[in-house]
Nanobody, 120 residues
Framework: QVQLVESGGGLVQPGGSLRLSCAAS????????MGWYRQAPGKERELVAV???????NYAGSVKGRFTISRDNAKNTVDLQMNSLNSEDTAVYYC??????????????WGRGTQVTVSS
């Protein structure tokens, strides 16, 4: 059974920092691209950052320079360090694991999400 369990969300003041963590089980973690997505109220889910199985990190423009994604293949975890948070970062943050299957198909798993609220 595949499980992705997020932790580390909470309430933080503008300009503050939070570190999210996602613990994965039931998958061969190292072959998956691991990502963090977020969904704010009334908005679509959007990609925040991804760490590919090859060790490449990519970020959404809105978080580049503020957020850092890191993975530990030995511990099956992927973290998201979030600095200089602002109100627009308020959302539910989801962990995602995805890998290509065949030529065009992918298999994807999601965590249940963790709430991040940036407010004074």
């Amino acid at each position: 059974q595949v499980q992705l369990v997020e932790s580390g969300g909470g309430l933080v003041q503008p300009g503050g920092s939070l570190r999210l963590s996602c613990a994965a089980s039931g998958i061969i973690f190292s072959i998956y691209d691991m990502g963090w997505y977020r969904q704010a109220p009334g908005k679509e889910r959007e990609l925040v950052a991804v760490s590919t199985s090859g060790g490449i990190a990519n970020y959404a423009g809105s978080v580049k320079g503020r957020f850092t994604i890191s993975r530990d293949n030995a511990k099956n975890t992927v973290d998201l360090q979030m600095n200089s948070l602002n109100s627009e970062d308020t959302a539910v943050y989801y962990c995602n694991a995805v890998r290509r299957v065949g030529v065009r198909d992918t298999i994807s798993f999601w965590g249940r999400g963790t709430q991040v609220t940036v407010s004074s």
